[in-house]
């Protein structure tokens, strides 16, 4: 409508004290009329208030609408810090528009805070449009501004002009940026010396100001650093700086003394003679302290070296060449010193940058020195034993003692060689063998000692290697010196023969291969063509009769001298078929290729046949001689050969032995009735006379066990009385003897005749194999006569 709209506001914008109790009423939906347009609405100004306002509540303003009377309209504000977070920080009378602050205000939490203001009446309906009401926190300095880190730390160069950049400290204040309360300015507090720093108060750089800055005076310096708001007139805090200063090569090595005495022992290498010191005030293990030695003066041979410590800095002195005491007792050194890294033009020069170093030389028994080590030689192979293979000697490098050497050997695997102990010289002392297991590549080593008579003595090694050279000693060989070829030139594709050489490199191949110049009318209807430095190819000149064909060729070596040899081929020609292979039908004559003749197979064969004969001839007089030596022992030994064992092919033990006899004479009757087998006639003994054999009547078996002695006793009269069946001793031989028999043994060992009862001198004619049996049952040599 046409009514105003008043506001009451606070005036202590930054001080957060009120200085009128009432706030100010605005109308902010207050039109005013002008001419040409219909403004909708005051834009409100921001309200202002303090942070950390401790008197709470604090109104704020106040709001009125002119549409209604006053108690007819409902006010109500939105937004963050009434029904947003942070929530409850203001507040509005709903009936009278007065907005308040209830909580203390944080402006590095929040710095404003923006509301939307509603007029509704009594029924909830819109009076007016809602208006922006925009709350501005007003900062005040309670920060105190902070370092971003407790120590700064930066590096500068000793020496370094004003106004060289060493580092920046940096810090921050969470106070408004826009006003004092941020304003920030730094200082140096102390430096714990000259004022040889500075810091520039606004960007916190710290630079140097004047010179003077030695490290070796004073490596590192501790600054203490202050920063304060409100332009340096606030609120402050402190940090520490540490600059380290950084070296640089100022100071010049210098050695501790101008001369140093060593000694050094001659005769050997890789020791260390002394020390030399040095000092340097440089930073330690930089390149700026580090020292190289030189040796300017009085080393021509180089026979010294000096190398740096590095942990101490010194100049060791070593040998790295042998010392002769003979050539020269003393050195006299020079040596320089300087650092790693160039030194700075303005450093003051060393005044002992050099020294003098002597080295004293101490005489020792020096170790004999061979002449030529290793000494190489070579020699033949199959020398003979005492062939001079070379002289090994050594001298005395002590001549100003003199003392006498002696030679003997320290290393020969194969025993070869022979040292002579007052002159080195070496000889063989037997034929060393090609296939030595110790022959390297063709060269035999050797290890010759030299020793002289000095207290303690000294010992030198030297190796002797040896070349053991090939020798042309064997001729080319054919292989194999037989072969097969077709009988027409035009067939196959002849004969491919090759030859093999015991001997190495260069005396064996290439070979040469020829037709024997003995034979001229080889070449008539044979050529030899060479295909490699290994094989050569045979072939017909014209058709050659089938069958074996002996050829003798020429066979030759490349070594020098060259080696050759007439050997023969034996060569088979035989009928080809159009692919140049021999027919089947030529079997038998490429058989013949093998070397061996027609003449020679038929020789052979009948020197099998004529050992064969000899062989059987040799049997049957043996088997003569047994039987006559059997007649002998069977002589009055009619009734009892149960001793005999001239003519035992077996002995009839075991089980498993049922063969010689029947078995069925002892078996339970009532097994064998079970059995059902007929008893037939019983199988010979093979060494009783088939005229004394005669068929045995069936005997009844018995059907009690009473009757089983009396069966066993009848059956061992039969036995013994009957040459046809075994004899009685294998009767122990059972199969089943029953329980509880009533029968007696069955052994025979009481018989009455005995092997004292038999004559056995016909062993002695047996031979050696049966000497020993003789000289056991038969009478003795001496005795034969009366034997027989």
């Known amino acids: 409508g046409d009514g105003g709209f008043s506001l009451l506001q606070s005036l202590c914008l930054s001080v957060g004290v009120p200085r009128l109790r009432r706030p100010h009423t605005l109308y902010p939906w207050h039109r005013v009329p002008a001419p040409g347009r219909v403004r909708r609405a005051w834009v409100i100004p921001p309200i202002s208030v303090s942070e950390n306002h401790k008197r709470l509540p604090f109104p704020l303003v106040q709001i009125k609408s002119d549409k209604q009377q006053l108690g007819s309209i409902i006010y109500s504000i939105q937004g963050p810090g009434v029904d947003e977070e942070p929530r409850g920080i203001f507040s509005i009378d709903k009936f009278t528009g007065k907005v308040s602050l209830n909580a203390v205000l944080d402006r590095e939490k929040t710095d404003r805070f923006r509301l939307r203001a509603f007029a509704l009446d009594l029924g909830g309906s819109t009076l007016e449009e809602p208006t922006d009401l925009e709350i501005v926190v007003v900062d005040q300095n309670d920060n105190r501004p902070v370092f971003r880190q407790e120590v700064f730390t930066g590096q500068v160069l000793e020496g370094a002009v004003p106004g060289t950049y060493v580092t920046r400290a940096e810090a921050t204040d969470a106070d408004d940026p826009e006003t004092d309360n941020a304003a920030l300015r730094y200082s140096i507090l102390e430096q714990g010396g000259p004022q040889l720093f500075s810091i520039d108060p606004h960007t916190g750089e710290i630079r140097t100001v004047q010179v003077g800055l030695d490290r070796e005076v004073v490596a590192v310096y501790n600054l203490t650093l202050q920063v304060a708001d409100m332009s340096g007139d606030g609120l402050t805090a402190t940090a520490s700086a540490i600059i380290t200063l950084e070296d640089v090569n100022d100071n010049a090595p210098e050695f501790t003394r101008g001369q140093f005495f060593l000694e050094a022992t001659e005769a050997v290498s890789g020791v260390d003679v002394g020390r030399l010191e040095v000092e340097d005030r440089d930073l330690p293990g930089s390149p700026n302290w580090v020292v190289r030695f030189t040796i300017l003066e009085g080393d021509p041979d180089g026979q010294f070296a000096i190398r740096t410590d590095p942990r101490t800095n010194e100049g060791v002195l070593s040998v790295v060449k042998p010392l002769d005491y003979e050539s020269r007792e003393r050195y006299d050194l020079k040596v320089a010193a300087q650092n790693e890294a160039p030194l700075q033009a303005a450093a003051p020069r060393a005044e002992r940058g050099q020294a003098r170093v002597s080295v004293q030389v101490r005489d020792v028994n020096e170790a004999p020195v061979f002449q030529q080590n290793p000494l190489r030689t070579s020699l033949a192979e199959g020398a003979a034993p005492g062939t001079p293979v070379a002289t090994f000697s050594a001298r005395d490098p002590d001549t100003q003692q003199p003392q006498r050497l002696s030679y003997s050997k320290d290393y020969d695997p194969e025993d070869w060689l022979q040292v002579d102990g007052a002159t080195g010289r070496v000889q063989t002392q037997r034929v060393l063998s090609p296939a030595s297991p110790f022959l390297k590549d063709g060269w035999y080593r050797a290890i010759i000692l030299a020793r002289d008579d000095a207290s303690p003595p000294s010992t ?35 004969l491919l023969l090759g030859a093999t050489d015991e001997d190495l490199p260069p005396h064996g191949a290439p070979f040469h291969f020829q037709l024997s110049p003995r034979l001229p009318e080889l070449a008539r209807n044979w050529s030899l063509s060479q295909v490699n430095v290994s094989h050569a190819r045979l072939q017909p000149r014209l058709q050659v009769q089938e069958g074996l064909h002996r050829l003798s060729l020429l066979l030759q070596d490349s070594g020098q001298p060259p080696q050759q040899r007439e050997q023969p081929l034996n060569v088979t020609v035989c009928r080809c078929g159009l692919d140049g292979a021999c027919l089947p039908g030529a079997a038998a004559l490429r058989a013949g290729g093998a070397g061996i003749s027609l003449g020679a197979l038929v020789i052979v064969l009948a020197s099998v046949i004529l050992l064969l004969l000899l062989a059987l001839l040799v049997a049957l007089l043996v088997r003569c001689r047994q039987q006559s030596c059997d007649k002998r022992l069977l002589h009055g030994l009619q009734d009892d050969l149960r001793d005999n ?16 006899y029947d078995m069925d004479q002892l078996r339970h009757p009532a097994e064998l009735a079970a059995l059902g087998a007929p008893l037939g006639r019983p199988s010979l003994r093979r060494d009783a006379p088939f005229s004394r054999s005669h068929p045995q009547a069936p005997r009844v078996l018995p059907t009690s066990p009473s009757d089983i002695a009396d069966f066993i006793n009848e059956g061992l009269e039969a036995v013994d009385s009957d040459p046809a069946v075994p004899p009685y001793d294998t009767a122990l031989i059972y199969d089943y003897e029953g329980d509880g028999s009533v029968a007696g043994t069955l052994s025979s060992i009481l018989s009455s005749l005995g092997d004292e009862d038999a004559d056995y001198s016909c062993l002695w004619d047996w031979g050696p194999r049966f000497a020993r049996l003789a000289d056991l049952y038969g009478p003795r040599e001496g005795t034969r006569e009366e034997a027989f």
Do not use: M
């Open 460 to 494: 030198a090694t030297g190796t002797l290697s040896v070349e053991i050279l090939e020798v042309n000693d064997h001729a080319p060989e054919l292989s194999p010196p037989w072969g097969s070829l077709c009988s027409t030139p035009e067939q196959g594709s002849g």
């Open 645 to 660: 064992i001239l003519n035992y092919d077996e002995q009839g033990g075991g089980e498993e032995d049922q063969d010689a």
